[in-house]
C-alpha cells in the first residue's frame, strides 16, 4: 500500500486547505477495508495526532486544537481520503501525514502513530498571520 498526500501550501490566517491522500498498490484489500488518519509535525515539535475515521465511516476523532475547523473524510471509490482545514491559524503549520491501517474493530478510529501500517510523504501546510 502506499499513500501519496497533496494539497498542502501558503495560506493566509483564516483561510481553508484541503489536504489530498491518495492509496495505490491496494494488493490485498479495498480502500474501504482502511481506517485513516492523519497527523502533523511542526518545526521542532514531535509529530502530532490530528484526525482519523474508522472504516465504517462512523467513528471520528480529532485533536481538541483543530475540533470544529477540521474536518476527516474518505471516498471510497476514488480512494481518497481528506483532510478540510478550515479557519486555518499560524500554529496550524507543519508537515501533514496521512496514514492508513486496515486493523482493529471496524468502527474504531486511531489517534495513535502505532495504529498505523503505512503512511504518506507529507504535504507542508504553510499559514501565514
Known amino acids: 500500500v502506499q499513500l501519496q498526500a497533496s494539497g498542502g501550501g501558503l495560506v493566509q490566517a483564516g483561510g481553508s486547505l484541503r489536504l489530498s491522500c491518495e492509496a495505490s498498490?491496494?494488493?490485498?484489500?479495498?480502500?474501504?477495508?482502511?481506517?485513516m488518519g492523519w497527523f502533523r509535525q511542526a518545526p521542532g515539535k514531535e509529530r502530532e495526532f490530528v484526525a482519523a475515521i474508522s472504516r465504517s465511516e462512523r467513528a471520528f476523532a480529532y485533536a481538541g486544537s483543530v475540533k470544529g475547523r477540521f474536518a476527516i473524510s474518505k471516498d471510497n471509490a476514488l480512494k481518497t481520503a481528506y483532510l478540510l482545514m478550515n479557519s486555518l491559524k499560524p500554529e496550524d503549520t507543519a508537515v501533514y501525514y496521512c496514514?492508513?491501517?486496515?486493523?482493529?474493530?471496524?468502527?474504531?478510529?486511531?489517534?495513535?502513530?502505532?495504529?498505523?501500517?503505512?503512511w504518506g510523504q507529507g504535504t507542508q501546510v504553510t499559514v501565514s498571520s
Open positions: 498498490q491496494l494488493t490485498f484489500a479495498t480502500f474501504r477495508d482502511f481506517a
Open positions: 496514514a492508513a491501517t486496515a486493523r482493529g474493530p471496524y468502527n474504531s478510529k486511531h489517534g495513535r502513530e502505532s495504529d498505523y501500517d503505512y
